[in-house]
């Protein structure tokens, strides 16, 4: 019997360590698939949502979730009709009848790697058979600027203005906003009292979101799930845990940051122990809220913290947009995938419920422990195993093993916990887990 599946099939390195994982999933597949469509019922999902991941062959675990995510350019092109469909499906589902979208995009990256990823954005859309302007409020903007792309393209930004309640562009008053900024700086003013709709919302900004928060209702989904398809959760997860008010440069805060190191690595030693694991087990020291790689550390003891010199302790010190004053002390997740000699990780994208693709972070220069969002990596986009791309794809269960699958779940796992956030930060009745899965 066929059935449809919302995973594209990929091609990975045949080293890549995780089959057992993925071929108990494969196992599993009509029951996953039934449990994710009966979760997306009672919980709407993101629009999109990009999720990091790490792969150590004996854990496959979520270590970000970005909510407003670029990098669009660096997934294959030959996603684009996948992307498509998925932005068609998604928006006629929660936005019927929409038909002009305002594209709200970063204020202050110059970089042009950003502006490729928002042009490729904006084409998904285009292509979707939206009418899409982008708009900026950065004061520097007066009058519509043309950015001319690597490919020879070009991308037109106009100021942000509003009138009667709606964000606009020139003439162009749409019914959708949609934020591609993730507000480390704060929300504006102008976003209060709107009469349209935006997503992501606002308010799951970084000025305001946290990653402990997220990550708590991943806990949560994740041993719901885990206890359904008879898996250890801590084989999905990386335990964590927060330190407030805690100050780099003065020292505040320190002694109870190393305690939680030191609780945290021994807790992880325990599992690794009851597994057979014989690696050091580590911890990732970052801001709770913020991205783009800063503010982060490893640690495999809590002693390190206290011989920080000053440069360490100033990268440490804030993020962008704001200074570091929490902190998530999270489960260091081995990243033993390669591309072409270099330690990877897996980027994997949705739009909606769909997973679209995603691409390899590639740094040749630093170990499987190591913070690969940094100056010097590379990505490599994933292929198709086969010709094909199109969301009403089926494949019989007896096909050849999808190995891109585990991905899948593990960033839809992700971006559910995503949408439990925006649920919590809408202030709606809180949606419970349903752990059944539909005969």
Known sequence: MKYCLPVPHLALPESSPHQALNQHFLTKQTEIEHWFQKQWRLTPPPFYTSVDLRNSGFKLAPVDTNLFPAGFNNLNPAFMSLCVQAAQATLKQFFPGCRRILLIPENHTRSHFYFESLARLQQILLNAGFDVQIGAWRESLQSPETIHLHNDGILRIQPLSKKDGQLGVDDFWPCLVLLNNDLSEGKPD???????????????????????????????????FAEVMALDPWLLAAEFS???????????????????VEQLLSTIQQKYDHYGIKQAPYVVVKADSGTYGMGIMTVKSGMELMDLNRKQRTRMAATKGHKITQVIVQEGVYSFEKVGGGVAEPVVYLIGSYVVGGFYRVHDQRGPTENLNAPGMHFTPLMFAESGGNLDETLIPEASPNLFYAYGVIARLAALAAAHE???TNK??????????PK
């Not at 799951?204 to 991943?218: A, I, N, P, V």
């Not at 927060?242 to 939680?260: R, Y």
């Not at 949606?431 to 899965?437: A, E, M, R, V, Y």
Request: negative net charge; without cysteine; hydrophobic residues 40%.
């Open 242 to 260: 927060t330190v407030p008010q805690v100050d780099f440069m003065s020292g505040k805060g320190e002694a109870e940051l190393v305690a939680a």
């Open 422 to 424: 925006a649920i919590s």
């Open 428 to 437: 709606s009745p809180s949606l419970t887990i349903d752990p059944t899965i």
């Open 190 to 224: 102008f976003f209060n009292d709107l009469k349209q709709h935006v997503i992501p919302l606002p308010d799951l900004g970084w000025f305001q979101r946290t990653k402990s928060q997220h990550f708590s209702y991943y806990q949560h989904i994740v041993e719901t």
